[in-house]
């Protein structure tokens, strides 16, 4: 079984940054491709990033290209999301997710584990 444990969020100012941390355990990841989806209120569970474990190849949505970067300490299991410039449309809970084949992709519905969540909030 696999556990992802997000951390980080948080309530920040337009303009400001956060770092969010997710915390794998349970399996061995090398074949794994991992991403962060948010959800807003009343909003679908969006794409934000995405990464190969193994390869480090790195995926984003168009509006968090250039502010946000994803990345992964595989000595520590843990996938992070670096978000810059945030902007209050980035208001939402923050999901970690696995998938157990190498490919990102977009689909919330292709991810086989999630996190429980964490709120990001961003005031104007």
């Known amino acids: 079984q696999v556990q992802l444990v997000e951390s980080g969020g948080g309530l920040v100012q337009a303009g400001g940054s956060l770092r969010l941390s997710c915390a794998a355990s349970g399996r061995t990841f090398s074949t794994y491709a991992m991403g962060w989806f948010r959800q807003a209120p009343g909003k679908e569970r969006e794409f934000v990033a995405g990464?190969?474990?193994?390869?480090?190849?790195?995926y984003y949505a168009d509006s968090v290209k250039g502010r946000f970067t994803i990345s992964r300490d595989n000595a520590k299991n843990t996938v992070y999301l670096q978000m810059n410039v945030l902007k209050p449309e980035d208001t939402a809970v923050y999901y970690c997710?696995?998938?157990?084949?190498?490919?990102?992709?977009?689909?919330?519905?292709?991810?086989?584990?999630w996190g429980q969540g964490t709120q990001v909030t961003v005031s104007s």
């Open positions: 997710a696995a998938r157990t084949t190498p490919w990102v992709v977009t689909t919330p519905r292709e991810y086989d584990y």
């Open positions: 990464i190969r474990w193994t390869a480090g190849s790195t």
